[in-house]
């Protein structure tokens, strides 16, 4: 076992940044008040909370009445697409194929219980068709929800392009932005966006904190039943750390975000040069320029991901693979599947994802590592490539 452990699955989480911490750690003690409350201690944290609404919204581009703070951005999205779909008077709701789980399994449940749910297209690097979109569209819908960028592959959305479609037919548009904060430019005013989901643990922020956007205007109603909280619209006792995190968080990202991002964009490109140089057969998934600073997700053919992920584990370093273990048997990832990657290649998939603290050092000793496992395992491996 590696004594100096690499952790590459930074899509997964993030740490918290320290900053972050700094700013928290008083709503923890000494400003502990409930925001709710009329005295000091309640408008102090009320103030706190404020604040952070200011901070989210600005690095979108929103007003911070339209910043609603969530559990994370599932809850986000399980909120969007039931609320609109609940009270829009058209039972059609359009997602793309390659979402997170977070909006297909809210798909599917709004599918079971009667509604119309479409699935648009994408193509081999999983940009989304135009075509298929528009042709979907030629009937009325009541809501399009598709992904700022995707969680396995890094590939980014031309959100401009696919909000605009939507605007012009009079439909609603959400998009999950979860992976591309910061990495993305997001505007929502100016790319017509009626709501879009956002999680704090993904960009060096507290786990268990996210936020809705919802524009002016957009008739959502209430997601849960309770005290008078976000505006009337989701009751519950507000996580005022967590919130305070989340904005500062959020700040730290606009602030830093390009030169950080600048720095990992390199490390990522050096990281696919030295893959595709080293192992044969190595198949980069997703569009190549069009794709997240931090993210790389291979194919290796003849190898089972869970494979290469349980032995560079135990060589110190941490990564993730598309596919799951699922009693029993293996998964194919459902968004490789849609971009029409072959099973021999879905099966050995791994998605690299690096972060801040990832160096050089941290990406040579993966990839030295990497190439043994992958020796490895063809040597002694069914699966055929």
């Known amino acids: 076992m590696a004594k100096n452990k690499i952790y590459l699955d930074n899509a997964a989480t993030t740490y ?13 003690t000494t400003e502990f008040g409930n925001n709710s409350s009329m005295h000091s201690f309640g408008r102090a944290a009320e ?3 404020a604040r952070a609404r200011v901070q989210i919204a600005r690095a979108i581009n929103a007003e911070p009445n339209e910043i609603y703070f969530t559990s994370g951005a599932t809850e986000a999205n399980n909120w969007i697409l039931n609320g609109i779909m609940e009270k829009a008077r058209s039972k059609r709701l359009l997602v793309s194929s390659i979402e997170h789980p977070s909006v297909l399994e809210v798909a599917k449940s709004l599918a079971a219980r009667g ?9 081999e690097n999983g940009i989304i068709s135009v075509s298929d979109m528009i042709a979907k569209l030629s009937r009325p819908a009541a809501l399009v929800s598709i992904m700022a960028a995707n969680n396995e592959v890094g590939t980014i959305q031309f959100l401009n392009t696919v909000a605009n479609i939507a605007k012009e037919r009079g439909v609603l548009f959400h998009t999950d932005a979860t992976q591309a904060l910061g990495s993305v430019p997001i505007d929502v005013k100016a790319m017509g966006i009626d709501a879009l989901s956002l999680s704090g643990h993904k960009i060096y922020g507290p786990k268990g904190i996210g936020a809705l956007f919802i ?3 957009v008739d959502l109603g209430k997601y849960m039943n309770g005290g008078h909280q976000e505006r009337g619209q989701r009751g519950g006792t507000v996580n005022v750390p967590a919130v305070v995190g989340f904005g500062e968080a959020a700040a730290l990202t606009m602030r830093d975000g390009p030169a950080n991002f600048k720095r990992i964009s390199k490390l990522r490109d050096y990281l696919i040069s030295e893959i595709e140089s080293k192992i044969e057969g190595a198949y980069l ?6 794709r997240l600073p931090n993210n790389a997700n291979f194919s290796f053919p003849g190898v089972e991901g869970e494979s290469v992920l349980m032995m560079l584990d135990f060589a110190g370093v941490a990564v993730s693979t598309g596919s799951a273990c699922s009693s029993g048997s293996l998964e194919r990832s459902h968004v490789l599947r849609a971009m029409g990657v072959p099973d021999a290649h879905n099966q050995g998939s791994i998605r690299f994802s690096l972060g801040r603290s990832t160096t050089k050092e941290d990406i040579d000793l993966t990839i030295t590592e990497l190439v043994k496992i992958v020796k490895k395992l063809r040597g002694v491996s069914a699966i055929k490539g």
Do not use: C, L, S, W
Not at 285 to 290: A, D, S, V
């Open 16 to 28: 918290v940044a320290g900053e972050v911490m700094t700013a928290m750690m008083p709503y923890f």
């Open 47 to 49: 103030k706190a909370v």
């Open 115 to 123: 509604y119309k749910v479409e699935y648009i297209k994408v193509d």
């Open 215 to 217: 524009r002016n205007g």
């Open 285 to 290: 998934n997703g569009h190549r320029t069009q």
